[in-house]
Protein backbone atom coordinates (compact mmCIF):
# COMPACT_ATOMS: atom_id res chain seq x y z
CA UNK A 1 0.00 0.00 0.00
CA UNK A 2 0.73 3.41 -0.22
CA UNK A 3 0.28 6.74 0.87
CA UNK A 4 0.39 10.06 -1.03
CA UNK A 5 0.86 12.67 1.18
CA UNK A 6 2.76 16.08 1.44
CA UNK A 7 3.81 16.65 4.79
CA UNK A 8 1.58 19.81 6.51
CA UNK A 9 -0.89 19.36 3.77
CA UNK A 10 -4.19 17.90 3.77
CA UNK A 11 -5.56 16.00 0.32
CA UNK A 12 -8.99 17.55 -0.53
CA UNK A 13 -9.51 15.61 -4.24
CA UNK A 14 -8.29 13.79 -6.88
CA UNK A 15 -8.01 15.46 -10.97
CA UNK A 16 -7.06 13.14 -13.73
CA UNK A 17 -7.80 12.09 -16.92
CA UNK A 18 -8.68 8.52 -18.25
CA UNK A 19 -8.99 7.98 -22.29
CA UNK A 20 -8.23 4.79 -23.11
CA UNK A 21 -5.09 4.93 -20.94
CA UNK A 22 -5.06 7.10 -17.94
CA UNK A 23 -3.75 10.44 -18.38
CA UNK A 24 -2.83 11.75 -15.16
CA UNK A 25 -3.79 11.32 -11.84
CA UNK A 26 -3.06 13.54 -9.60
CA UNK A 27 -4.58 14.83 -5.84
CA UNK A 28 -5.48 18.25 -4.89
CA UNK A 29 -3.97 19.75 -1.44
CA UNK A 30 -3.98 22.23 1.16
CA UNK A 31 -3.34 23.83 3.76
CA UNK A 32 -5.77 24.75 5.84
CA UNK A 33 -8.87 22.72 6.52
CA UNK A 34 -11.18 22.48 3.97
CA UNK A 35 -13.96 25.73 4.38
CA UNK A 36 -16.27 24.78 1.64
CA UNK A 37 -18.58 22.85 3.74
CA UNK A 38 -20.85 23.94 6.66
CA UNK A 39 -20.40 22.20 9.43
CA UNK A 40 -23.33 19.54 9.66
CA UNK A 41 -24.31 17.05 12.40
CA UNK A 42 -25.33 17.06 15.99
CA UNK A 43 -23.69 15.90 18.90
CA UNK A 44 -21.03 13.11 18.77
CA UNK A 45 -21.14 13.34 14.96
CA UNK A 46 -22.76 12.36 11.93
CA UNK A 47 -21.58 11.05 8.58
CA UNK A 48 -22.74 12.71 5.12
CA UNK A 49 -22.01 13.03 1.29
CA UNK A 50 -20.05 15.76 0.25
CA UNK A 51 -21.54 16.57 -3.15
CA UNK A 52 -20.50 15.78 -6.14
CA UNK A 53 -17.56 16.89 -6.72
CA UNK A 54 -16.24 14.74 -3.58
CA UNK A 55 -18.59 11.86 -4.93
CA UNK A 56 -17.56 8.77 -3.01
CA UNK A 57 -15.30 10.22 -0.23
CA UNK A 58 -17.00 10.75 2.70
CA UNK A 59 -16.27 13.25 4.70
CA UNK A 60 -17.08 13.87 8.43
CA UNK A 61 -16.61 16.10 11.17
CA UNK A 62 -16.38 15.06 14.74
CA UNK A 63 -17.46 17.91 17.65
CA UNK A 64 -17.26 16.45 21.05
CA UNK A 65 -19.85 19.06 22.63
CA UNK A 66 -21.14 21.91 21.07
CA UNK A 67 -19.94 24.40 23.24
CA UNK A 68 -16.51 23.43 22.62
CA UNK A 69 -16.89 23.71 18.74
CA UNK A 70 -14.84 27.03 18.94
CA UNK A 71 -12.06 26.07 20.28
CA UNK A 72 -11.42 22.72 19.02
CA UNK A 73 -10.38 22.27 15.52
CA UNK A 74 -12.81 20.13 13.16
CA UNK A 75 -11.03 16.85 12.36
CA UNK A 76 -11.31 15.58 8.48
CA UNK A 77 -11.83 11.90 8.69
CA UNK A 78 -11.20 9.66 5.75
CA UNK A 79 -13.23 6.24 5.13
CA UNK A 80 -11.14 3.06 5.23
CA UNK A 81 -11.69 -0.32 5.24
CA UNK A 82 -14.58 -1.87 6.36
CA UNK A 83 -16.84 1.23 6.84
CA UNK A 84 -14.47 2.59 9.67
CA UNK A 85 -13.22 6.01 9.30
CA UNK A 86 -9.29 7.43 10.13
CA UNK A 87 -7.72 11.05 10.06
CA UNK A 88 -4.34 9.68 8.02
CA UNK A 89 -5.28 9.61 4.51
CA UNK A 90 -4.64 6.21 2.83
CA UNK A 91 -4.31 6.23 -1.36
CA UNK A 92 -5.58 2.31 -1.10
CA UNK A 93 -8.40 2.78 1.08
CA UNK A 94 -9.56 5.24 -0.95
CA UNK A 95 -8.78 3.62 -4.27
CA UNK A 96 -10.75 0.79 -2.39
CA UNK A 97 -14.08 3.24 -1.85
CA UNK A 98 -14.09 4.61 -5.40
CA UNK A 99 -14.04 0.80 -6.87
CA UNK A 100 -15.80 -1.98 -7.05
CA UNK A 101 -14.20 -3.73 -4.61
CA UNK A 102 -13.31 -7.52 -6.23
CA UNK A 103 -11.48 -10.48 -4.84
CA UNK A 104 -7.93 -9.87 -4.11
CA UNK A 105 -5.96 -10.70 -7.27
CA UNK A 106 -2.85 -13.10 -7.62
CA UNK A 107 -1.00 -9.73 -8.30
CA UNK A 108 -1.79 -8.04 -5.63
CA UNK A 109 1.42 -8.27 -3.62
CA UNK A 110 3.59 -7.83 -6.57
CA UNK A 111 2.49 -4.64 -6.82
CA UNK A 112 0.77 -3.27 -3.21
CA UNK A 113 3.63 -3.79 -0.37
CA UNK A 114 5.07 -1.57 2.27
CA UNK A 115 7.41 0.56 1.70
CA UNK A 116 7.14 0.55 -1.83
CA UNK A 117 7.44 4.01 -4.26
CA UNK A 118 4.22 5.32 -5.31
CA UNK A 119 4.94 6.27 -8.75
CA UNK A 120 6.88 3.21 -9.45
CA UNK A 121 3.99 1.27 -8.02
CA UNK A 122 1.26 2.84 -9.78
CA UNK A 123 3.41 2.46 -13.62
CA UNK A 124 3.71 -1.20 -12.19
CA UNK A 125 -0.40 -1.01 -12.02
CA UNK A 126 -0.70 0.65 -15.14
CA UNK A 127 1.32 -2.26 -16.89
CA UNK A 128 -0.45 -4.73 -14.78
CA UNK A 129 -3.42 -4.04 -16.51
CA UNK A 130 -2.06 -3.11 -19.61
CA UNK A 131 -2.77 -0.17 -19.99
CA UNK A 132 0.60 1.56 -20.29
CA UNK A 133 -0.25 3.28 -24.24
CA UNK A 134 2.59 0.65 -25.99
CA UNK A 135 2.63 0.43 -29.37
CA UNK A 136 0.03 -2.69 -30.04
CA UNK A 137 -2.38 -0.74 -28.19
CA UNK A 138 -2.05 2.63 -29.86
CA UNK A 139 -2.10 0.90 -33.14
CA UNK A 140 -5.96 0.54 -32.54
CA UNK A 141 -6.92 3.80 -32.15
CA UNK A 142 -4.08 4.85 -34.86
CA UNK A 143 -3.87 3.42 -37.43
CA UNK A 144 -0.63 3.35 -39.79
CA UNK A 145 1.70 4.60 -36.74
CA UNK A 146 5.02 3.20 -36.36
CA UNK A 147 4.59 0.60 -33.31
CA UNK A 148 8.16 -0.75 -33.58
CA UNK A 149 9.75 -0.68 -30.18
CA UNK A 150 12.28 2.23 -29.58
CA UNK A 151 14.30 0.63 -27.62
CA UNK A 152 15.25 -2.11 -29.94
CA UNK A 153 14.11 -0.99 -33.44
CA UNK A 154 13.47 -4.87 -34.04
CA UNK A 155 9.96 -6.06 -32.82
CA UNK A 156 6.45 -4.31 -31.94
CA UNK A 157 6.25 -2.68 -28.72
CA UNK A 158 3.70 -4.76 -26.61
CA UNK A 159 3.77 -5.12 -22.86
CA UNK A 160 5.88 -8.41 -22.98
CA UNK A 161 7.89 -7.15 -25.31
CA UNK A 162 9.23 -4.00 -23.38
CA UNK A 163 9.06 -6.81 -20.13
CA UNK A 164 11.33 -8.02 -20.20
CA UNK A 165 11.55 -9.51 -23.64
CA UNK A 166 13.19 -6.80 -25.18
CA UNK A 167 16.99 -7.39 -25.66
CA UNK A 168 17.62 -3.84 -24.48
CA UNK A 169 14.93 -4.30 -21.71
CA UNK A 170 16.34 -8.29 -21.19
CA UNK A 171 19.76 -7.03 -20.28
CA UNK A 172 19.16 -4.38 -17.69
CA UNK A 173 16.46 -6.69 -16.35
CA UNK A 174 18.65 -9.48 -15.97
CA UNK A 175 21.85 -7.42 -14.31
CA UNK A 176 19.63 -6.50 -11.57
CA UNK A 177 16.98 -9.44 -11.39
CA UNK A 178 19.17 -12.94 -11.75
CA UNK A 179 20.65 -13.26 -8.26
CA UNK A 180 17.60 -11.60 -6.39
CA UNK A 181 15.11 -13.92 -8.14
CA UNK A 182 17.50 -17.10 -8.35
CA UNK A 183 15.33 -20.24 -9.92
CA UNK A 184 12.55 -18.05 -9.89
CA UNK A 185 14.34 -15.53 -12.66
CA UNK A 186 12.65 -15.04 -15.86
CA UNK A 187 12.43 -12.76 -18.55
CA UNK A 188 8.54 -13.14 -18.92
CA UNK A 189 6.06 -10.88 -17.83
CA UNK A 190 3.49 -13.51 -16.94
CA UNK A 191 6.14 -15.86 -14.69
CA UNK A 192 7.69 -12.56 -13.45
CA UNK A 193 4.40 -10.97 -12.22
CA UNK A 194 3.78 -14.60 -10.43
CA UNK A 195 6.87 -15.36 -9.12
CA UNK A 196 7.49 -11.68 -7.44
CA UNK A 197 3.78 -11.68 -6.04
CA UNK A 198 4.57 -15.19 -4.60
CA UNK A 199 5.95 -15.26 -0.76
CA UNK A 200 9.24 -15.28 -0.09
CA UNK A 201 11.50 -16.52 2.20
CA UNK A 202 12.08 -13.01 4.26
CA UNK A 203 10.73 -9.51 4.22
CA UNK A 204 13.76 -8.13 2.78
CA UNK A 205 14.21 -10.81 -0.16
CA UNK A 206 10.45 -9.69 -1.16
CA UNK A 207 11.07 -6.40 -0.88
CA UNK A 208 14.07 -6.52 -3.18
CA UNK A 209 11.94 -8.57 -5.46
CA UNK A 210 9.05 -6.59 -6.16
CA UNK A 211 10.92 -3.05 -5.64
CA UNK A 212 13.63 -3.96 -8.42
CA UNK A 213 10.79 -4.97 -10.83
CA UNK A 214 8.34 -2.10 -10.45
CA UNK A 215 11.98 0.36 -10.57
CA UNK A 216 12.84 -1.87 -13.72
CA UNK A 217 9.11 -1.48 -15.48
CA UNK A 218 9.38 2.55 -14.16
CA UNK A 219 12.47 3.57 -15.40
CA UNK A 220 12.18 1.78 -18.91
CA UNK A 221 8.63 3.16 -19.42
CA UNK A 222 10.26 6.31 -18.86
CA UNK A 223 13.11 5.83 -21.34
CA UNK A 224 10.71 4.73 -23.77
CA UNK A 225 8.94 7.94 -23.26
CA UNK A 226 12.23 10.05 -23.14
CA UNK A 227 12.98 8.62 -26.85
CA UNK A 228 9.43 8.81 -28.24
CA UNK A 229 9.66 12.36 -27.40
CA UNK A 230 13.48 12.17 -29.19
CA UNK A 231 15.30 12.43 -26.19
CA UNK A 232 18.91 11.37 -26.00
CA UNK A 233 19.11 7.45 -26.12
CA UNK A 234 20.79 6.63 -22.32
CA UNK A 235 22.58 3.42 -22.88
CA UNK A 236 21.24 0.13 -20.61
CA UNK A 237 23.92 0.67 -17.86
CA UNK A 238 23.01 3.87 -17.23
CA UNK A 239 19.40 3.04 -16.23
CA UNK A 240 21.07 -0.31 -14.84
CA UNK A 241 22.93 2.51 -12.13
CA UNK A 242 19.74 4.56 -11.60
CA UNK A 243 17.74 1.52 -10.87
CA UNK A 244 20.64 0.46 -8.43
CA UNK A 245 21.03 3.43 -7.09
CA UNK A 246 17.25 3.82 -6.27
CA UNK A 247 17.34 0.61 -4.38
CA UNK A 248 19.80 2.02 -1.79
CA UNK A 249 18.09 5.12 -0.81
CA UNK A 250 15.26 3.18 -0.72
CA UNK A 251 16.94 1.10 2.08
CA UNK A 252 18.54 4.12 3.24
CA UNK A 253 15.81 5.73 3.57
CA UNK A 254 13.59 3.05 5.16
CA UNK A 255 16.36 3.09 7.91
CA UNK A 256 16.27 6.73 8.87
CA UNK A 257 12.79 6.11 8.96
CA UNK A 258 13.81 3.85 11.78
CA UNK A 259 12.08 1.15 10.34
CA UNK A 260 15.30 -1.44 11.08
CA UNK A 261 13.60 -4.60 9.86
CA UNK A 262 15.13 -3.79 6.08
CA UNK A 263 18.52 -3.49 7.55
CA UNK A 264 19.90 -6.58 5.90
CA UNK A 265 18.64 -5.34 2.48
CA UNK A 266 21.56 -3.34 1.76
CA UNK A 267 23.86 -6.40 2.58
CA UNK A 268 22.14 -8.59 0.35
CA UNK A 269 21.48 -6.29 -2.25
CA UNK A 270 25.38 -5.45 -2.54
CA UNK A 271 25.64 -9.70 -2.71
CA UNK A 272 23.68 -9.83 -5.69
CA UNK A 273 25.35 -6.84 -7.40
CA UNK A 274 28.80 -7.89 -6.87
CA UNK A 275 28.72 -10.68 -8.87
CA UNK A 276 27.29 -8.92 -12.36
ZN1 LIG B 1 12.52 -3.79 -28.02
Redesign the pocket.
Known sequence: MFTLAVKGKKIIGFHGSDNVHIDSLGAYFTSITPTRLEVKGGMGGKKWEDGFDHENVSKILLTEKWDSRKTEQDLVLWKAKNGTYRAAFSTADTWNNIRTPSDKVAWYNGVWFAQSTPKHAFCMWLAVHNRLSTGDRMLTWNRGLDAT?V??K??TETRD?LFFA???ARDIWKALAKNIYGTRYSTDWSHILSRASAPWNNRVEGYLARSVLQASVHTIWRERNGRKHSNLPNPANRLIKWIDAHIRNQLSAIRLEGDRRYDKGLQLWFSTRGTN
Open positions: CLCKEHCEY
